[in-house]
T-cell receptor, first 112, second 116 residues
């Protein structure tokens, strides 16, 4: 059974810092991996989707990488801003599954 | 833009009431999902559907049922609401994997249900 872990559970950084959020998964036979952002009391917003054949995806200040062999993905946020404060979740769709397995998220606070 | 719309952002119901949570998507997605999210427990899958009139149990289906009569609409039903069903409910949709589509998952804004 796929398990997804995100460490740390919470992270606080000063504005302007570059940061990396980590996601690890136990079964490398994945179809894709998706990063989401969630603001308090809201739904999840899709940030980046990486297919199993890809190594990374970029959108603006965000870059997500995927290393299937080590069971890891990272979300890199450049020049962080207070508006980036949110919970970031990663989710993995395993090769044979219709649904995703979610990590528990990293709560990011960017201090002005 | 893909849009997943949940009918109610906030609901307050009493124990024993029947509750309907509606979800509509506008991207012709085959797959639709209902999750609940609770502090410390993360996202848990209740039910999902991969086609009209088809449904499969997720991790925590007890106390819930679903209905998918049309492709764009997926309803979650609490036959007799209980206080332990107080939660944030999230609907999501996607294409199935393969076939040249990405299988990206899109969520609605969520429905915060309080059962008194």
């Amino acid at each position: 059974k796929q398990e997804v872990t995100q460490i740390p559970a919470a992270l606080s950084v000063p504005e302007g810092e570059n940061l990396v959020l980590n996601c690890s998964f136990t079964d490398s036979a994945i179809y894709n991996l998706q990063w989401f952002r969630q603001d308090p009391g809201k739904g999840l917003t899709s940030l980046l989707l990486i297919q199993s054949s890809q190594r990374e995806q970029t959108s603006g200040r965000l870059n997500a990488s995927l290393d299937k062999s080590s069971g890891r993905s990272t979300l890199y946020i450049a020049a962080s801003q207070p508006g980036d404060s949110a919970t970031y979740l990663c989710a993995v769709r395993s090769g044979s599954a219709r649904q995703l397995t979610f990590g528990s998220g990293t709560q990011l606070t960017v201090l002005p | 833009d893909v849009k997943v719309t949940q009918s109610s952002r906030y609901l307050v119901k009493r124990t024993g009431e029947k509750v309907f949570l509606e979800c509509v998507q506008d991207m012709d997605h085959e797959n639709m999902f209902w999750y609940r999210q609770d502090p410390g427990l993360g996202l848990r899958l209740i039910y999902f559907s991969y086609d009209v009139k088809m449904k499969e149990k997720g991790d925590i289906p007890e106390g819930y049922s679903v209905s998918r009569e049309k492709k764009e609409r997926f309803s979650l039903i609490l036959e007799s609401a209980s206080t332990n069903q107080t939660s944030m409910y999230l609907c999501a949709s996607s294409h199935p994997r393969g076939g040249g589509v990405t299988g990206e998952l899109f969520f609605g804004e969520g429905s915060r249900l309080t059962v008194l």
